[in-house]
């Protein structure tokens, strides 16, 4: 974690609230790709995003390391995803009509390779991709070993390579 971002967020466990802005402001593009990539539309990934910052912002007096704050974003951001999912009763493909390529920054063909993955798998790709963690962090976060991690990442890209036919 960079020196300025390990201290925001050791001021933010502090009560600075401009610290925690700061924080936002650095991770919600990621947060945002993140969300987009397993929820599929826009309104819940823009939801998920808002409540985690809201929950995690309540919630972060209660983190002892510092350096773990990341994983303790996008892991509160990959529960959230997961119960509005869960909400709308849907695990399975989704015809999305709120998100555009713009917003995810993936071409459409790419976008259409990451719907077809299930979302364990899109969820590490996207927390390897989006928020930069290795696959021995992604395996804490996911409670699963970090060979498992690299097998389904593997697979994962090995299926987009045969959607996108690279």
């Known amino acids: 974690m960079k020196t300025d971002l390990r201290n925001f967020v050791i001021s933010a466990i502090n009560g600075d609230k401009d610290a925690y ?17 397993i929820c599929k539309n826009s309104y819940d990934a823009q939801d998920a995003v808002q409540e985690t910052a809201l929950s995690v912002y309540k919630s972060i007096a209660s983190i002892k390391n510092p350096e773990k704050f990341k994983s303790y974003l996008f892991l509160s951001l990959s529960n959230t995803c997961k119960k509005h999912l869960s909400q709308r009763n849907d695990y399975s493909e989704f015809e999305d009509t709120g998100y555009t390529d713009s917003e995810i920054e993936f071409s459409l063909p790419v976008r259409e390779a990451l719907d077809k993955l299930d979302i364990t798998s899109r969820e590490i790709l996207m927390l390897s991709v989006a928020g930069g963690f290795k696959s021995r962090e992604i395996g804490k976060m ?16 090995e299926k987009m390579r045969e959607e996108l036919e690279l």
């Open 142 to 157: 996911l409670k699963i070993p970090a060979a498992t991690v690299r097998t389904k990442q593997k697979r994962a890209l």
């Open 21 to 37: 802005g700061a924080l936002y402001e650095a991770y919600a593009t990621d947060m945002y790709r993140f969300a987009l990539s």
